[in-house]
């Protein structure tokens, strides 16, 4: 879960950022992680702890990229219900 969730995010944008720069015309980057980034919760420490690594690499990320004009956001769901 930890590797797959953290490690996923950084190859992806590892990737993204290589074609942004390359192209030379900034870009968007979206993480989609979670309330559980910021709020620990019970019995979720790996997925708590993958989506704040999460979270801090798209802000890392948003520093990085700034002066190529690539932009890093994250959206921070809380529960779905019907």
Request: proline share 2%; net charge positive.
């Amino acid at each position: 879960n930890m590797d797959i969730l953290s490690t996923g995010y950084f190859l992806v944008s590892r990737e993204a950022f290589r074609l942004f720069r390359a192209q030379k015309i900034g870009g968007n980057v979206v993480f989609v992680a979670s309330k559980n980034g910021l709020a620990a919760s019970p019995n979720a420490a790996a997925y708590c702890t993958a989506k704040a690594a999460e979270i801090h690499l798209a802000r890392c990320l948003a520093l990085e990229g700034a002066e190529a004009q690539i932009r890093v956001n994250v959206v921070n769901p809380d529960a779905v219900l019907r």
